[in-house]
């Protein structure tokens, strides 16, 4: 089996990649976007979106390696059932998430929003100290990204729940699923983490009606998707402090707008989705390693179940 590959991106990692590929698989020709003088010959796209016309203009691809670890922009359920979608699976994508969570997590649980805005006002005020395993962390999503994140948690002493769309076993983690799994898991959480993907179930499942099931005090954080967040609602649930915090870094528009009220809010803490970035060297390894199981006929790591969105 030959393969050709077109990818579309920043040059820097494509030439990383390009390198990467051509060292472990030199029968492997490649193409970078937009310089494609053979179309039809075009097996796999590596990219984070589609041109409109990508059926028409490549009609004999036959997968979609997304550059990240999202697939949601591709809109899964809409593919061809016998166009493979893969998105990227790099222990770094987890490393850094890991590392993001548990910095949001320390500065919630250790106060340091509060003191920030204290030191801002020269005030010199003190307050209890919980311990973690006071802390009651509830994880939603628990694929490789959220068992990680959990696992992680529940090593430091945190109080950890997971809620996946269906049933996981987590050593040390409270794991439920379901509409009923997520009812009985919000009103015993102190830190709202989610890592969920894009689907038509999780759009706009952060809303008033889900946050208002929390504790009083409680706080999120959003590194999943944006549009997951109702934003009016998410405001509202701050500004009556049901909510104490929130940690975001992602939003329905990015970059957020310069006059976006999430700026300016005193409880909201924005990142500019940098949870985790995908590395152009660790990538470019496990791109390799795909491509292999794909000439071998065997399945990818992070091959997509369309119907499911992830």
Same mark, same amino acid.
């Given at each position: ?180 799994? @997520?009812?009985?898991? !919000? ?12 689907? $038509?179930? &999780? +759009? %706009? ?81 496990? @791109?390799?390693?795909? !491509? ?12 997509? $179940?369309? &119907? +499911? %969105?992830?």
């Amino acid at each position: 089996m030959s393969l050709t590959l077109l990818y579309k991106g920043p040059a820097e990692r494509g030439e990383c990649w390009q390198q990467a590929v051509a060292a472990a698989l030199p029968e492997v020709r490649w193409f970078t976007w937009p310089d494609v003088p053979q179309p039809e010959a075009v097996d796999g796209f590596i990219t984070w979106t589609l041109p409109d016309d990508y059926q028409s203009r490549f009609p004999n691809l036959k997968a979609i390696f997304s550059v990240g670890a999202g697939v949601d922009q591709f809109n899964p359920a809409s593919l061809s059932s016998d166009l493979k979608l893969v998105r990227m699976v790099d222990p770094s994508i987890a490393t850094q998430m890991k590392t993001y969570v548990l910095t949001a997590v320390m500065m919630l649980h250790r106060e340091q929003f509060r003191y920030q805005r204290q030191a801002a006002q020269n005030l010199w005020q003190a307050h209890p100290v919980k311990l973690p395993h006071e802390c009651t962390i509830t994880i939603l999503g628990l694929g490789s990204l959220g068992s990680s994140v959990a696992d992680m948690l529940h090593q430091l002493g945190f109080n950890v729940q997971g809620w996946s769309r269906s049933p996981k076993t987590l050593d040390g983690v409270t794991t439920l699923h379901g509409d009923e799994g @997520l009812k009985a898991l !919000l009103p015993n959480t102190d830190i709202l983490v989610s890592l969920l993907p894009l689907t $038509d179930e &999780t +759009r %706009g499942l952060l809303n008033q009606d889900l946050l208002s099931q929390l504790p009083k005090g409680a706080a999120l954080v959003n590194a999943g998707r944006g549009e997951q967040v109702v934003d009016d609602d998410l405001l509202f649930m701050l500004d009556s402090s049901h909510l104490s915090q929130a940690v975001l870094d992602v939003f329905e528009k990015e970059p957020l707008p310069a006059k976006h009220a999430f700026w300016d809010h005193p409880n909201i803490h924005v990142t500019p989705h940098t949870a985790t970035v995908t590395r152009n060297d660790t990538a470019a390894i496990r @791109l390799v390693d795909n !491509l292999k199981l794909w000439l071998q006929n065997e399945t990818m790591e992070g091959e997509v $179940d369309k &119907t +499911r %969105g992830y």
